[in-house]
């Protein structure tokens, strides 16, 4: 799909086309112009030419049929991954990626293992979420969440995940409520603050993983130059100005930081954020390399720890481990 052309092949137009143009897209969600019967066949093919529809896009669907992993081929020939979860409820969840690989390089992850090739474009970011809607559509669904948990780190390219975010809210267009929308940071602390200044209704997620810097640093390379306590200020800057409950990711290691004694030290540091507007998800971990997942009764524990400190705990279901499509897994072998 590339739009960049359509403002200018619509030139001629009378300036409602546009506008309709947009709607084919975006509301009707066509994947060829063709489609497009209120226009003249000349602009159809105009439009095919210069402003193509189709994206490229190879699928990979889990055994269980929960989840379905799209591999994108971008116009310059790199690939990213995103995935559709489906839940048991019938709710349809989009995992978007919002780099080409990752710079963090945070050990356990498929994603940071691959390096950093590029940030994605507004469109590029945009085309993931319009996949799967065309095909939800034919179905007679729709996306009803969005999280930027795919490959990259979204506060690093900012400007065009936040680009992207107000075009897929905006009611003309994927129509996708802000409530519904939520980004998942190693926590860039430039990047949390500044989403704090902006009036989204957005959801923050931050990936701790680790409840000391000493743990943490071994995992999460980033964590030199953004502390745990530099995290934690950043959070509590981000409560104080938008009341919003805030997400602490913790994936569960096998031996590595899923004892008793770290769980008392992570409900120890969350003490720290001043208001109680936050919870805890403990994420089964998807084994990478060297890292394994913990036994269940490990983490059963753990939320028990959590749980007796009145700290708010979820457990996060698994998707699509079989076709590596979960948190963690997602790389392209170029
Ligand atoms: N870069 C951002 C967003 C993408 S990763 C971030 O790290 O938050 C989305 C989530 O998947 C993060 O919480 C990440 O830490 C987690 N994750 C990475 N590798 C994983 C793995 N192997 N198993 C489970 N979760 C993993
Ligand atoms: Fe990047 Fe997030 Fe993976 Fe770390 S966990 S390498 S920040 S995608």
């Known amino acids: 799909m590339n739009l960049i052309r359509l403002e200018e092949v619509l030139k001629a137009e009378p300036s409602f086309r546009l506008k309709q143009a947009k709607q084919a897209v975006f509301v009707d969600l066509l994947d060829n112009w063709d489609k497009a ?15 193509p529809l189709s994206i490229d896009a190879e699928f990979f669907q889990s055994i269980k049929e929960d989840s379905l992993k799209a591999l994108i081929t971008l116009s310059d020939g790199l690939k990213i991954e995103t995935v559709l979860l489906r839940h048991s409820d019938g709710r349809n969840t989009v995992c978007l990626s919002s780099q ?9 992850c498929a994603t940071g293992k691959m390096g950093f090739k590029r940030n994605l474009t507004v469109e590029e970011i945009i085309e993931q979420a319009v996949l799967f809607a065309r095909l939800l559509k034919k179905e ?21 995940v936040l680009g992207a975010i107000k075009f897929l809210n905006n009611k003309n267009n994927l129509n996708i409520g802000a409530r519904h929308i939520s980004i998942s940071t190693i926590g860039i602390i430039e990047g949390i603050k500044k989403l704090a200044n902006q009036s989204l209704q957005i959801n923050l997620a931050i990936s701790l993983h680790a409840p000391s810097n000493e743990l943490r640093v071994r995992i999460i390379p980033a964590n030199k130059k953004r502390p745990i306590e530099k995290i934690i200020d950043a959070i509590n800057y981000y409560l104080d100005k938008t009341g919003r409950r805030v997400m602490i990711e913790y994936i569960m290691i096998k031996d590595f930081n899923d004892s008793v004694e770290h769980a ?20 089964s971990f998807n084994s990478t390399g060297e890292f394994k997942q913990s036994d269940s009764v490990k983490i059963k524990q753990f ?25 963690g897994q997602l790389a392209v072998n170029e």
């Open 140 to 160: 007679d669904k729709q996306i009803n969440n969005l999280v930027f948990m795919g490959m990259g780190e979204p506060f690093l390219n900012y400007d065009n």
């Open 100 to 108: 080409v690989g990752c710079p963090m390089g945070c050990l356990f």
């Open 303 to 327: 939320r028990e720890i959590l749980i007796r400190q009145k700290i708010e705990t979820t457990l996060r279901y698994r998707f699509g481990q079989d076709i590596k499509a979960a948190c």
């Open 264 to 283: 008392r030290q992570l409900a120890e540091l969350l003490k720290q954020i001043e208001r109680p507007l936050y919870f805890v998800n403990l994420i």
């Open 37 to 51: 019967t209120n226009f003249s066949m000349q602009l159809r093919s105009e439009l095919n030419e210069n402003c």
